[in-house]
């Protein structure tokens, strides 16, 4: 009995010895996972966000209107019924040169020249009952008062078959003007003046022609004579082509408000009468200057990388374009800067940079 009590002690005392030893491995990975999540979070909070870091480049700019618009004649002319009438002849006569004056459609003229023999026999009778009246009178037969009043109806039906004849000319529609035929519609027993059909020939010059443009009154009084203006057609893949600002229109279109601003295109122009184009109007140019990516900017401040950090700094603007801007003072050729514009980065923090050329 004396000998088997100190044989219990030592294994308690060999079980406590166990149970600490393992509470400090616990304690001891836990101290290790901490350490090296803080260490993750050190080097990843020290290399700091990303951005794309541009040089300024050297460059021409230019500032633009845009506006939309289509081809037309500088001198054309339209035909149109003026009655609701149905279309009697009509000349297929596209693309042929007519001269001023020709008749090119006649519209139904039935009923008018009813009427018009209607007053030439009236008119006749008169004219036999006025020169009867005459020779009475000269004889003291009867009174000059009832010559006079006949002689009166004489010229009032003269002045009715005068204003027919007016009429039944009105329902030949002729060539307003020398030149060629662009473009006809309608054909023969059709109405013509109903609104849809008003116009059936456009008669005009082949050249020169222009752009009739729409430019938003926010932005025309930047528009001047002599500008020059870049057009593009979804048919011309080329170049854009050019056009020249020839005169404004004084007086704007409060619906849509727009101006019409026509635009002279020259002589070798691949555009067709009709064709719809986009234009950006020049107002501004510059060459040579300092140029980094629009999106770089935001209200007059750029961000730097100096020394691995984002910092912000002030620059003059000049002319903004969609992808360009040009960069007046603030910036030298040397510095770069973030691209786009990280307004979520705090002013001085450390950043990663990823070299990128500006395009």
Same mark, same amino acid.
């Given at each position: 009995?004396?000998?088997?009590?100190?044989?219990?002690?030592?294994?308690?005392?060999?079980?406590?010895?166990?149970?600490?030893?393992?509470?400090?491995?616990?304690?001891?990975?836990?101290?290790?996972?901490?350490?090296?999540?803080?260490?993750?979070?050190?080097?990843?909070?020290?290399?700091?966000?990303?951005?794309?870091?541009?040089?300024?480049?050297?460059?021409?700019?230019?500032?633009?209107?845009?506006?939309?618009?289509?081809?037309?004649?500088?001198?054309?002319?339209?035909?149109?019924?003026?009655?609701?009438?149905?279309?009697?002849?009509?000349?297929?006569?596209?693309?042929?040169?007519?001269?001023?004056?020709?008749?090119?459609?006649?519209?139904?003229?039935?009923?008018?020249?009813?009427?018009?023999?209607?007053?030439?026999?009236?008119?006749?009778?008169?004219?036999?009952?006025?020169?009867?009246?005459?020779?009475?009178?000269?004889?003291?037969?009867?009174?000059?008062?009832?010559?006079?009043?006949?002689?009166?109806?004489?010229?009032?039906?003269?002045?009715?078959?005068?204003?027919?004849?007016?009429?039944?000319?009105?329902?030949?529609?002729?060539?307003?003007?020398?030149?060629?035929?662009?473009?006809?519609?309608?054909?023969?027993?059709?109405?013509?003046?109903?609104?849809?059909?008003?116009?059936?020939?456009?008669?005009?010059?082949?050249?020169?022609?222009?752009?009739?443009?729409?430019?938003?009154?926010?932005?025309?009084?930047?528009?001047?004579?002599?500008?020059?203006?870049?057009?593009?057609?979804?048919?011309?893949?080329?170049?854009?082509?050019?056009?020249?600002?020839?005169?404004?229109?004084?007086?704007?279109?409060?619906?849509?408000?727009?101006?019409?601003?026509?635009?002279?295109?020259?002589?070798?122009?691949?555009?067709?009468?009709?064709?719809?184009?986009?234009?950006?109007?020049?107002?501004?140019?510059?060459?040579?200057?300092? =140029?980094?990516?629009?999106?770089? +900017?935001?209200?007059?401040?750029?961000?730097? %990388?100096?020394? *691995? #950090?984002? @910092? $912000? !700094?002030?620059?003059?603007?000049?002319?903004?374009?969609?992808?360009?801007?040009?960069?007046?003072?603030? =910036?030298?050729?040397?510095?770069? +800067?973030?691209?786009?514009?990280?307004?979520? %980065?705090?002013? *001085? #923090?450390? @950043? $990663? !940079?990823?070299?990128?050329?500006?395009?």
């Amino acid at each position: 009995m004396a000998d088997r009590a100190p044989e219990r002690g030592a294994s308690n005392h060999s079980t406590g010895s166990a149970v600490v030893a393992l509470g400090r491995r616990r304690w001891l990975a836990a101290i290790l996972a901490l350490a090296l999540v803080a260490t993750a979070a050190f080097w990843f909070l020290g290399r700091g966000p990303e951005i794309r870091a541009v040089a300024p480049v050297r460059g021409d700019a230019a500032e633009v209107v845009y506006a939309t618009g289509t081809i037309e004649p500088v001198h054309w002319a339209k035909v149109a019924a003026l009655q609701r009438k149905r279309i009697v002849e009509i000349c297929r006569c596209e693309g042929r040169t007519v001269a001023k004056g020709e008749v090119l459609v006649r519209l139904d003229d039935d009923e008018e020249r009813a009427l018009l023999s209607e007053l030439e026999a009236r008119l006749h009778r008169y004219r036999e009952d006025a020169e009867r009246l005459r020779g009475l009178a000269d004889r003291n037969i009867t009174p000059r008062t009832a010559y006079d009043e006949k002689l009166t109806q004489v010229r009032e039906y003269e002045a009715r078959v005068a204003a027919q004849k007016d009429r039944i000319d009105l329902l030949l529609l002729k060539a307003p003007m020398d030149g060629v035929v662009l473009r006809r519609d309608g054909e023969v027993g059709e109405i013509a003046g109903t609104g849809a059909n008003d116009v059936l020939l456009w008669v005009g010059q082949p050249s020169p022609l222009r752009v009739v443009a729409e430019v938003n009154e926010d932005d025309i009084a930047r528009v001047k004579l002599g500008q020059r203006a870049l057009l593009r057609h979804e048919g011309h893949s080329g170049a854009p082509l050019g056009a020249t600002v020839e005169s404004v229109t004084p007086k704007g279109d409060p619906q849509t408000k727009t101006f019409r601003v026509y635009l002279a295109l020259p002589g070798d122009t691949p555009l067709k009468i009709g064709m719809s184009v986009e234009a950006n109007i020049v107002v501004a140019e510059v060459k040579n200057v300092l =140029l980094i990516p629009t999106e770089a +900017v935001s209200d007059k401040l750029v961000q730097v %990388v100096v020394n *691995g #950090r984002l @910092v $912000r !700094r002030p620059v003059e603007t000049g002319i903004r374009g969609t992808r360009m801007t040009e960069i007046r003072s603030g =910036l030298a050729n040397s510095d770069r +800067v973030a691209a786009p514009f990280r307004a979520d %980065v705090a002013d *001085g #923090r450390a @950043v $990663r !940079r990823i070299p990128a050329s500006a395009k």
